[in-house]
């Protein structure tokens, strides 16, 4: 491509990440489109002619991105929204224009000290040791906690695992399971702990079980705790987890994905103590950093536990090593090749300052209390869980009339599936003690209680023509 159509190409392209910026949230967030109605647009062989860029350009922008749901938008409160931020979107830009090599240190010094210099704001955020500890930017948080159960696996059992057993909640995220299979551990080397009402933790049955497995015979070696739960926001005990696991010489993960970036709001460091006693946690920049896609971030306690784990030395990366006091993230994880992730944070951190990043986020906390306080002001509305950590559970169950829970169930489930499909707002179900109830994860700093509010009338206006 020439000069010129490069420049002119480039700017049709920040033109409409802009305008998206602009016009997001008079826009629909919600995308529906079935299997056959996309292979109509995009199905074809490989061409084999190419075809002028910006006619290119224009189908996507036309036909790919209007069938994508917008998980930043201001109505997207479900799953974990990604409410990314521009400067890290030009930042990936640029790590990706330059295509960076983020690897090792003799590729990229820069990548390398960036990686490491935020690496270490982190650790001084969460309260971890600055010059034991370490870290490694993952693709997400469910590559951060295989990371960490690897780890964990190497550090506390070598190379036989056989009598190894894990510890997590039934609240634990899906993706710790995932990586706790990915591993190669049985059915019966995994301990899935009840959660007590507030679904946390329960210490007791915690207790006993390690208890029992101790006297089988079986080596308890790493509990997975959750800082908040994808769910409820719940915080499980930390502290008193912190002193099991130091007691019975554990490994203590936490899975702080979601909910670990509430550490810079006044509100969530107090829930949160605790946090800096873990081995290793899970935090997910992609989510309540605001960074685009993809961000996550494993921190640990002793840096040295990453190199020992995933170290290899083959011939052909001898001449990139070098020397002793640089760090090779490669050495630090599963990716060789990897993306310079550390840029957008750095430069977004750079741009706005943590000032920025604590008032947007004690402003999500607030938010979510604010929809607490309209719900129980509310003669349809009933709080199931109460704000925590910006997550906030409610259900339709009008005060005036007495409905089953099958009924009920039956009602929020059709509220969410038709508020999904006017596409207005992107708001599911989960199920809290057996009951469907609606949840809403406010993340996103461009949500306003307006927004809550008319989400909250569609969904009323849904629920009249049902019941
Ligand atoms: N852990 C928790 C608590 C989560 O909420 C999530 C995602 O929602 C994950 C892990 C997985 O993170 P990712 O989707 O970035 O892989």
């Keep these: 491509l020439s000069k010129e159509t490069m420049k002119e190409y480039g700017n049709h392209v920040v033109n409409a990440i802009i305008e998206h910026y602009h016009t997001q949230s008079n826009k629909l967030p919600v995308a529906m489109g079935s299997r056959e109605q996309m292979d109509s647009l995009f199905l074809e062989e490989a061409p084999e002619q190419g075809t002028e860029p910006l006619d290119v350009l224009n189908f996507v922008l036309e036909k790919v991105m209007t069938n994508s749901t917008d998980l930043s938008h201001p109505k997207s409160y479900s799953f974990v929204p990604g409410p990314s931020n521009y400067i890290s979107v030009m930042a990936d830009a640029l790590a990706t224009g330059f295509n960076i090599f983020s690897g090792g240190w003799v590729a990229s010094p820069a990548a390398a000290e960036l990686e490491i210099i935020t690496i270490q704001w982190l650790l001084k955020i969460f309260g971890f040791p600055q010059k034991k500890g370490g870290g490694i930017f993952t693709s997400g948080g469910s590559m951060a906690n295989l990371t960490a159960l ?117 509100k969530g460091k107090q829930l949160l103590k605790g946090i800096e006693k873990a081995d290793s946690l899970t935090v997910d920049p992609h989510k309540w950093f605001f960074q685009p896609y993809e961000m996550g971030c494993l921190l640990i306690r002793n840096h040295k536990h990453l190199s020992h784990t995933f170290t290899e030395k083959p011939e052909y990366l001898r001449d990139i090593e070098g020397n002793t006091s640089e760090i090779n993230f490669y050495d630090h994880g ?134």
């Excluded at 551990?185 to 079980?209: G, V």
């Excluded at 604590?358 to 009933?382: F, G």
């Design 150 to 266: 690897t780890t964990a696996r190497r550090i506390k059992c070598g190379e036989d695992f056989s009598k190894a057993v894990i510890y997590l909640s039934d609240q634990a995220h899906s993706s710790n399971i995932k990586a706790i299979r990915v591993l190669g551990f049985k059915k019966e080397q995994i301990r899935i702990i009840p959660t007590d009402l507030e679904f946390k933790f329960a210490i007791n049955k915690l207790k006993n079980c390690i208890a029992k497995d101790k006297l089988e015979g079986l080596l308890p070696f790493c509990l997975i705790a959750t800082s908040g739960t994808t769910n409820t926001g719940t915080i499980d005990p930390l502290s008193e987890l912190a002193t099991i696991c130091k007691k019975e010489d554990i490994w203590f993960h936490i899975d702080g994905a979601y909910g670990a970036a509430a550490i810079l709001a006044p």
């Design 334 to 467: 599963i990716q060789l090749t990897r993306r310079f992730r550390a840029l957008k944070f750095y430069m977004s951190l750079k741009t706005y300052g943590l000032k920025e990043f604590r008032n947007a986020i004690t402003y999500n906390i607030d938010l979510a209390e604010e929809v607490e306080t309209l719900l129980r002001s509310s003669k349809h509305w009933q709080v199931v869980f109460p704000a925590t950590l910006a997550i906030i559970n409610f259900r339709y169950n009008p005060i005036a009339k007495k409905h089953s829970k099958k009924e009920l169930d039956a009602i929020n489930q059709y509220i969410s599936e038709k508020v999904v499909s006017s596409r207005k707002a992107l708001l599911v179900t989960t199920v809290l003690h057996g009951k469907t109830v609606l949840r809403m994860c406010l993340i996103n700093p461009r949500t306003t209680l307006n927004d809550v509010k008319e989400t909250l009338a569609l969904c009323e206006a849904f629920a009249k023509d049902r019941d």
